[in-house]
C-alpha cells in the first residue's frame, strides 16, 4: 500500500517563474492537506482539499497560490511568480475521513529553492 | 492564540537511556494530540497519538502522557537507539478539526 507520494521531490526555480508541486494521497483517502515548513520551524498548515473542492485556505498566502483537487489526477499546489521567501519544504498529508481525530499521513515532501 | 510548543529544542542521550520529550500546548479545548517523527529530508511520520479521554497510551518502545490540568504532553522513548535520532513534533487538532498545529520540535541525538 502505497503512502502519500509527492514530486518532484526538488525544485529550483528562478524568481518570476511559476512552481507547481504535485500530490497523490494514500489509496482510499479523499481528503488532502498542505503544510509548508521553513528551515529549523514546525509545519505550517495552508490549505485543506477534498475532491473538486476547498474546504479551508486559512493558511494560504491570499496572492500567488493556489490549490487545486481535481476529480482525477493529483492534487497541485501553484505558486506563481515565486521570490526568494518561498523557499521551503512543502508537506502533503492526507486522512480517509475528515474530523477532530482523523490521522494525517505525510508524503515526503517537495523542497522548493528560488535562486 | 492556538500554539503548541515543545520545552526543549534539542536533547541527547545515550543508546538504551529513556528519553522524554516534553510539549506544552496552550488550546484546552484541543482534543487530539500527535506525535511525529522528522528524519532529515523526510516527511513528518506518525508514532502515535492520543484522544482528550485518555492520559496515557503506548506503543512498541513509545508512550504518551496527556496532562489535560496543566496542558502537558510527553513522548517517552524507552531502550533509545541511534536510529530514533530525528527532530520530533508534537501536534494537536483545530477545534474545526482541519489544520494540525505543530510546535517547533525537538531534535534527539543518540550517541552509540
Known amino acids: 500500500n502505497a503512502g502519500v507520494m509527492q514530486n518532484p521531490r526538488h525544485l529550483v526555480r528562478r524568481r518570476g517563474q511559476e512552481a507547481r508541486l504535485r500530490c497523490s494521497p494514500m489509496k482510499g483517502h479523499s481528503h488532502v492537506y498542505w503544510y509548508r515548513q521553513l528551515p529549523e520551524e514546525g509545519l505550517k498548515f495552508m490549505v485543506y482539499l477534498q475532491k473538486e473542492n476547498i474546504i479551508d485556505e486559512s493558511g494560504m498566502p491570499k496572492e500567488r497560490f493556489s490549490a487545486e483537487f481535481p476529480k482525477e489526477g493529483p492534487s497541485i499546489l501553484r505558486i506563481q511568480q515565486v521570490v526568494r521567501g518561498d523557499s521551503a519544504a512543502y508537506f502533503c498529508?492526507?486522512?480517509?475521513?475528515?474530523?477532530?481525530?482523523?490521522?494525517?499521513?505525510f508524503g515526503p515532501g517537495t523542497r522548493l529553492l528560488v535562486l | 492564540g492556538e500554539s503548541v510548543g515543545l520545552h526543549l529544542p534539542t536533547l541527547s542521550v545515550q543508546e538504551g537511556d529513556n528519553s522524554i520529550i516534553n510539549c506544552a500546548y496552550s488550546n484546552s479545548a484541543s482534543d487530539y494530540f500527535i506525535w511525529y517523527k522528522q528524519e532529515s529530508g523526510k516527511g513528518p511520520q506518525f508514532i502515535i497519538d492520543?484522544?482528550?479521554?485518555?492520559d496515557k497510551r503506548q506503543g512498541q518502545r513509545v508512550t504518551v502522557l496527556l496532562n489535560k490540568t496543566v496542558k502537558h504532553l510527553s513522548l517517552q522513548i524507552a531502550a533509545t537507539q541511534p536510529g530514533d535520532s530525528a527532530v520530533y513534533f508534537c501536534?494537536?487538532?483545530?477545534?474545526?478539526?482541519?489544520?494540525?498545529?505543530f510546535g517547533k520540535g525537538t531534535t534527539l541525538s543518540v550517541s552509540s
Open positions: 492520543i484522544r482528550s479521554n485518555m
Open positions: 498529508a492526507s486522512s480517509p475521513l475528515a474530523g477532530e481525530q482523523e490521522t494525517q499521513y
Open positions: 501536534a494537536e487538532k483545530t477545534q474545526a478539526g482541519t489544520a494540525l498545529i
